[in-house]
């Protein structure tokens, strides 16, 4: 049995998927799990029935922006929490974790260290050149430490490689295919919409632009989430349903619902929501980013686009035939289900760590 610790600031949407799902299975397996959390706004209440009774949480409050006093304190009680439990790995996620553990893994000797960035922060065009370059200083300088960085994606690892170290493993996200509803299509109308937190990241803006567009008769949009009032507002000005926050299976029901799913992300890792559409057998449409391009092979299971225009371009067809959303979204889940199995990804996952699969 090992003992595994997972540190996580990024506690909600498809960071907390991805958690769930290597905890479950590492306490499946027969490992000692502890996860180290905070509570984000979009943190699901019912977030402890999502996890294996068998695993230990340690509420440790961390915030997302930069604070020196409050980042000092965090990392603090990090160190002390990883001394006392004493793991064989430790695995942070996202970005405030990753920081303050890959800092602590400095003072706190032993325990095998890796970093899942779930989305690299300095390729946040939307944040500006400034912010984007301290981002990227800062990653620089905590890439020498002894940390493995893991990417979800092969397009995510290429950036670390090129940005800030060779010593990247892949572990590709995944979903289990099985366990997401099948979208039967709508008789009627055409519904389009995405799943997730709305916030700069996921590019609500173009959303709504995408929804000003396409505005007619039979075509609704919907918004899977909640999140930024700003993000929200220019959503329902334009149109869109904004749903706010569900529990995960109400979600999932939400996604079977549309005929057409679309990612208007500025960055991504390798989202999980693009995987669970293609499960679900939707069609994508996404924008061109490192990640989305991972999932999306443009003209066979989805498109790739760079703007409104483009996004555009491809629904408008997409609206016009249902036959050709049905077979892009057929060839979409069987592509995840090819590439994209929990049994695999969690496989991968052990090699990185070095441990037995069961202990």
């Given at each position: 049995?090992?003992?595994?610790?997972?540190?996580?600031?990024?506690?909600?949407?498809?960071?907390?998927?991805?958690?769930?799902?290597?905890?479950?299975?590492?306490?499946?397996?027969?490992?000692?799990?502890?996860?180290?959390?905070?509570?984000?706004?979009?943190?699901?209440?019912?977030?402890?029935?999502?996890?294996?009774?068998?695993?230990?949480?340690?509420?440790?409050?961390?915030?997302?922006?930069?604070?020196?006093?409050?980042?000092?304190?965090?990392?603090?009680?990090?160190?002390?929490?990883?001394?006392?439990?004493?793991?064989?790995?430790?695995?942070?996620?996202?970005?405030?974790?990753?920081?303050?553990?890959?800092?602590?893994?400095?003072?706190?000797?032993?325990?095998?260290?890796?970093?899942?960035?779930?989305?690299?922060?300095?390729?946040?065009?939307?944040?500006?050149?400034?912010?984007?370059?301290?981002?990227?200083?800062?990653?620089?300088?905590?890439?020498?430490?002894?940390?493995?960085?893991?990417?979800?994606?092969?397009?995510?690892?290429?950036?670390?490689?090129?940005?800030?170290?060779?010593?990247?493993?892949?572990?590709?996200?995944?979903?289990?295919?099985?366990?997401?509803?099948?979208?039967?299509?709508?008789?009627?109308?055409?519904?389009?919409?995405?799943?997730?937190?709305?916030?700069?990241?996921?590019?609500?803006?173009?959303?709504?632009?995408?929804?000003?567009?396409?505005?007619?008769?039979?075509?609704?949009?919907?918004?899977?989430?909640?999140?930024?009032?700003?993000?929200?507002?220019?959503?329902?000005?334009?149109?869109?349903?904004?749903?706010?926050?569900?529990?995960?299976?109400?979600?999932?029901?939400?996604?079977?619902?549309?005929?057409?799913?679309?990612?208007?992300?500025?960055?991504?890792?390798?989202?999980?929501?693009?995987?669970?559409?293609?499960?679900?057998?939707?069609?994508?449409?996404?924008?061109?980013?490192?990640?989305?391009?991972?999932?999306?092979?443009?003209?066979?299971?989805?498109?790739?686009?760079?703007?409104?225009?483009?996004?555009?371009?491809?629904?408008?067809?997409?609206?016009?035939?249902?036959?050709?959303?049905?077979?892009?979204?057929?060839?979409?889940?069987?592509?995840?289900?090819?590439?994209?199995?929990?049994d695999t990804m969690m496989s991968t996952l052990y090699d990185v760590y070095g441990i037995p699969e069961h202990g």
């Amino acid at each position: 049995m090992s003992r595994i610790v997972h540190v996580v600031e990024s506690f909600g949407g498809g960071t907390l998927s991805m958690l769930c799902a290597f905890a479950n299975r590492q306490a499946q397996d027969g490992h000692a799990v502890t996860v180290i959390h905070s509570v984000r706004e979009e943190t699901p209440d019912n977030w402890p029935a999502l996890f294996d009774t068998r695993i230990r949480f340690i509420q440790l409050p961390m915030q997302r922006a930069i604070h020196p006093l409050n980042d000092w304190r965090a990392g603090r009680a990090l160190a002390r929490w990883l001394a006392e439990l004493g793991p064989d790995v430790v695995h942070l996620h996202s970005s405030k974790a990753g920081a303050l553990g890959r800092i602590a893994s400095l003072f706190v000797r032993g325990p095998r260290y890796f970093f899942s960035p779930h989305g690299l922060s300095f390729l946040q065009r939307a944040e500006g050149q400034l912010k984007n370059t301290v981002f990227l200083v800062l990653e620089k300088l905590l890439a020498h430490t002894s940390v493995t960085a893991i990417a979800c994606s092969h397009s995510e690892a290429g950036e670390i490689r090129r940005h800030l170290t060779p010593r990247v493993a892949v572990v590709e996200n995944a979903v289990d295919v099985d366990a997401v509803p099948r979208a039967v299509g709508n008789r009627g109308v055409v519904r389009i919409g995405t799943v997730g937190r709305v916030a700069l990241a996921r590019n609500p803006e173009l959303f709504a632009e995408v929804a000003t567009r396409l505005k007619q008769h039979g075509v609704e949009f919907v918004w899977i989430g909640g999140g930024d009032p700003a993000g929200e507002a220019a959503l329902r000005a334009a149109g869109v349903s904004v749903l706010g926050w569900l529990p995960r299976a109400d979600a999932l029901a939400a996604l079977a619902t549309l005929d057409v799913y679309i990612q208007t992300s500025r960055w991504e890792g390798l989202p999980v929501a693009v995987i669970e559409a293609m499960a679900a057998g939707l069609p994508v449409v996404a924008t061109d980013v490192v990640g989305n391009r991972d999932l999306v092979r443009n003209g066979d299971n989805g498109y790739l686009v760079n703007d409104a225009a483009g996004f555009a371009e491809r629904l408008v067809p997409l609206i016009a035939d249902a036959a050709e959303r049905r077979a892009i979204g057929a060839r979409a889940r069987s592509f995840v289900a090819a590439h994209y199995s929990l049994d695999t990804m969690m496989s991968t996952l052990y090699d990185v760590y070095g441990i037995p699969e069961h202990g």
